[in-house]
């Protein structure tokens, strides 16, 4: 399971360094850094993280303001403030902080924050969401994550491939898989399919700077290039 951070901090090395401790856990991804928290505000509204990194003392809109806004968001993230100022302490768990990190780093306390986030989003995922259900000769099929290739759009029907078998699922498009399963670690890469990154074998240069990614089943499937970037920064291919 990926782990998605958001950093904050109006210093780049501050950032840097939380980066370099968080490249220690292999299940975090970064997904973006910010220097300022109003425009931190705005991507976490549109894509909310498992959790978000920041300081407390930044110019203008500053990082009480920030957990204040994040509060409030039907499903907010986990919130962790790094800071070299102690006198906050207080008021950052009245905003239900899950930790409170005071500079310089050391890495045995950062490995106990780590261990928080980790069993707090275990106690938060709904259950649910871990399987796929499935029709196969009228009946319903209750199938694991982990037994799922990828999923992807035939004629406007969503459809999960195991090994070699596609089953249509039942009451659930590609977006809303999409939307599901990002925190289990699949992937969209392209618009017709969303892949297991757990099952993928091998990544196959193709044409023109494009990529096959073949799974474990053999599919080899198109990256699109508006996906690469991304794709690369999650499974950490520079």
Same mark, same amino acid.
């Given at each position: 399971?990926?782990?998605?951070?958001?950093?904050? =901090?109006?210093?780049?090395?501050?950032?840097?360094?939380?980066?370099?401790?968080?490249?220690? %856990?292999?299940?975090?991804? $970064?997904?973006?850094? *910010?220097?300022?928290?109003?425009?931190?505000?705005? @991507?976490?509204?549109?894509?909310?993280?498992? $959790?978000?990194? %920041?300081?407390?003392?930044?110019?203008? *809109?500053?990082?009480?303001?920030? &957990?204040?806004?994040?509060?409030?968001?039907?499903?907010?993230? %986990?919130? !962790?403030?790094?800071?070299?100022?102690?006198? @906050?302490?207080?008021?950052?768990?009245? +905003?239900? &902080?899950? =930790?409170?990190?005071?500079?310089?780093?050391?890495?045995?306390?950062?490995?106990?924050? $780590?261990?928080?986030?980790?069993?707090?989003?275990?106690?938060?995922?709904?259950?649910?969401?871990?399987?796929?259900?499935?029709?196969?000769?009228?009946? +319903?099929?209750?199938?694991?994550?982990?037994? $799922?290739? @990828?999923?992807? !759009?035939?004629?406007?029907?969503?459809?999960?491939?195991?090994?070699?078998?596609?089953?249509? !699922?039942?009451?659930?498009? +590609?977006?809303? &898989?999409?939307?599901?399963?990002?925190?289990?670690?699949? %992937?969209?890469?392209?618009?017709?399919?969303?892949?297991?990154?757990?099952?993928?074998?091998?990544?196959?240069?193709? *044409?023109? #700077?494009?990529?096959?990614?073949?799974?474990?089943? #053999?599919?080899?499937?198109? +990256?699109?290039?508006?996906?690469?970037?991304? *794709?690369?920064?999650?499974?950490?291919?520079?």
């Amino acid at each position: 399971m990926a782990i998605r951070a958001v950093i904050v =901090d109006d210093e780049k090395p501050a950032r840097e360094e939380i980066k370099f401790f968080l490249s220690k %856990f292999p299940e975090f991804l $970064v997904e973006r850094e *910010f220097e300022n928290a109003f425009d931190a505000l705005s @991507y976490i509204i549109s894509q909310p993280p498992d $959790v978000v990194f %920041f300081d407390i003392n930044m110019p203008g *809109f500053d990082g009480i303001h920030l &957990a204040e806004a994040l509060k409030n968001m039907e499903e907010s993230p %986990f919130i !962790v403030f790094v800071t070299a100022y102690s006198e @906050y302490a207080v008021r950052a768990f009245e +905003l239900e &902080a899950l =930790d409170y990190i005071l500079k310089p780093l050391e890495e045995g306390r950062f490995a106990k924050t $780590v261990t928080k986030i980790t069993l707090s989003l275990k106690e938060r995922k709904p259950h649910g969401l871990e399987m796929i259900i499935c029709e196969f000769q009228g009946e +319903l099929v209750l199938l694991k994550l982990d037994d $799922v290739q @990828y999923l992807y !759009v035939d004629r406007g029907k969503l459809y999960v491939k195991k090994r070699e078998e596609s089953l249509p !699922v039942r009451g659930m498009n +590609l977006q809303q &898989a999409e939307k599901n399963f990002s925190s289990a670690n699949f %992937f969209r890469i392209n618009k017709k399919y969303l892949i297991n990154l757990n099952k993928v074998s091998k990544i196959i240069p193709w *044409f023109k #700077g494009r990529y096959l990614i073949q799974m474990e089943n #053999g599919d080899k499937l198109p +990256l699109s290039p508006h996906h690469q970037k991304k *794709f690369r920064e999650r499974v950490r291919l520079s």
